[in-house]
C-alpha cells in the first residue's frame, strides 16, 4: 500500500515564504533606507525652516498684504511643515529608485528602457504643475489683495494658512500633471485603448472638475486656470497614443 504525504497548509506557507524570503528581505532593506533618508531629510528641512519660509515668501512680496503669526509656537509648526515638504521632495526620487531596481529584475528590456524614459519625464510634469501652481496662486492672491484694499478691508494673512495653501495646492497639481504619463503607460500595456480615453472624455473633465475645485482657492477664475491645462493635457495624450498606435 502506497502511502500519500500529506502536506500542511502551514508547511506549503513555510514553503513560500522561503522561495520568496530573498525578495521580502531586499524589499525590507530598501524600506528601511527610505525611512532613514527620510527622517535625515525631514531633520535637515526643519532646521533649515527659516531659509526656506524666508525663500517662499519672498516669491509672493505684496505690499498691500502683511504676513502674521496668530501663536508664539507657530513657528514650530511652519518647521514641521517644511520639514516634511523637504523630505518629500528629495525621498520621492528615492523611492522611484528603489521601486525600479526592485522590480526591475522581473522586466523585460524594453520595459526597463521606458521605465528610464519616464522617470526625467515624470520629474519635468510635476515640476512644470508645481510652478504653474505657484505663478498662478500669485495672480490669484495679487488680485484678491487689490480687490480687498479697494473695498477698504486689511490684508492680515495668517502665514501657516498662507503657506500650506501654496504648497499643498502646488504638490497635488503637480501630482495632477503626471496623470498623461499613467494613461500612456496603461494603454502600452494594453489595459484600455485610445478609443476609451475618447469616450470617456466627458466623465474625465467631470472628474478633474471635481478635483481641482477641492483645491484652495476656492474662487471660479483659478479653478478655470488650474483645470485648463489638464484638459489641454488629456488632448494631448490622446493625439500622442493614437499617433503611436495608428488608430
Known amino acids: 500500500m502506497c502511502l500519500t504525504e500529506v502536506i500542511s497548509p ?15 528581505e531586499d524589499l525590507f532593506r530598501r524600506i528601511y533606507i527610505i525611512t532613514i533618508a527620510f ?13 526656506i519660509i ?11 498684504v502683511t504676513l502674521a503669526t496668530t501663536s508664539p509656537f507657530q513657528f514650530v509648526g511652519l518647521a514641521m511643515d517644511a520639514g516634511l515638504f523637504f523630505a518629500m521632495i528629495f525621498c520621492i526620487p528615492l523611492c522611484v529608485y528603489h521601486l525600479y ?4 529584475t522581473g522586466l523585460r528590456k524594453k520595459e526597463r528602457t ?9 520629474l519635468i510634469l510635476f515640476l512644470l504643475g508645481f510652478a504653474y501652481c505657484f ?3 500669485y495672480f490669484t492672491m495679487q488680485t484678491l489683495a487689490t480687490i480687498n484694499v479697494g473695498f477698504g478691508f486689511t490684508n492680515l494673512w495668517d502665514i501657516s494658512m498662507f503657506l500650506s495653501q501654496i504648497i499643498s495646492t502646488s504638490v497635488l497639481l503637480g501630482l495632477l500633471f503626471e496623470f498623461p504619463i499613467l494613461m500612456t503607460v496603461l494603454v502600452k500595456f494594453e489595459m484600455f485603448n485610445v478609443n476609451f480615453l475618447k469616450e470617456k472624455r466627458r466623465h474625465v473633465f467631470f472628474v478633474m472638475f471635481i478635483l481641482t475645485s477641492l483645491l484652495p ?3 471660479g477664475i483659478s479653478l478655470l486656470l488650474m483645470v485648463l491645462p489638464l484638459i489641454v493635457m488629456y488632448e494631448a495624450t490622446i493625439i500622442y497614443n493614437m499617433l503611436n498606435t495608428g488608430r
Open 10 to 24: 502551514m508547511d506549503e506557507f513555510e514553503e513560500k515564504l522561503k522561495e520568496y524570503s530573498p525578495y521580502l
Open 54 to 64: 524666508k525663500l517662499l515668501t519672498s516669491f509672493f512680496d505684496f505690499k498691500d
Open 114 to 122: 521606458m521605465i528610464l524614459l519616464i522617470l526625467p519625464l515624470s
Open 217 to 219: 482657492p476656492t474662487d
Open 101 to 104: 531596481k526592485f522590480t526591475g
Open 135 to 137: 505663478s498662478m496662486l
Open 39 to 51: 527622517i535625515g531629510f525631514f531633520v535637515v528641512g526643519f532646521f533649515l525652516a527659516g531659509p
